[in-house]
Each structure stands twice: as C-alpha cells, then as structure tokens.
C-alpha cells in the first residue's frame, strides 16, 4: 500500500533520495557489514513510506521496525542476497519514475516473497 502510495506521490527529489540510498547499499557490499546494509534498507524503505502521505503507516512501520530487523540482518547476512536487493529496489525506483502501481504492487510483493522465502527456509 506505502509503494502504491508513493507513486501517487513522488517528486523527482524523492527519487533521488532513493537512487541515493540504494547505491550506499551497493557501495556497502563489497564491505560485507549486514548492519550497515540493512540500516540503509530499513531507511530505503522508510523513505518510500514518508512518500506515502499516510500519518498511519509510518507510525505502523515504526512499531514494526524492531521486530523485522533481526529478520532484515539475517536475509542480509547471506552474501548471494545483497545483489537482489539493489535490483529490486532498483525496479521499485523504476515503477516510482513512471508511476506505475501496478508495477508497483508486483515488484514490492516480489520483493516481500523473496525475503520472506529466505526466512522460512531458514527456520
């Protein structure tokens, strides 16, 4: 809902923001630290939730927050999967560029599936 939102939203500022953000994560692989990775994922996404424009989902996020870091850090941690992320934010940044919540929606919930896959294989 936060990334169809946004597209509804975004200005070419908020674009920027977020090409930055994800390249500092693109920077921060070679250096292989998982926290510093999934801090700067936790503030990628937060990013597109205060493109949102809804008071009620940044505060959702931020009660939210603690409890998916420690999955966040662990999907992080997993070298093969810190590529994946820039690519697929990078689709997320697309989809934003053009406004398509379509796109959107299918590449945000792609987004979600992988991690979430990650995450039940490792239990």
Known sequence: LACQLACRHATPE???????????IADAIPEGNAEQIANLDVKFHNEICRMSNNSRLVTALRGLKEHVFRYRLEYISDLKNKNIIIEEHSKIIEDLKTGNEKAIK?????HVETQEKFILSSL
Not at 16 to 24: A, F, K, R
Not at 106 to 110: G, S, T, V
Request: aromatic letters at 0%.
């Open 14 to 24: 908020d674009i920027v923001i977020l090409e930055s953000i994800n390249q500092e």
């Open 106 to 110: 299918k590449d945000i919930d792609r």
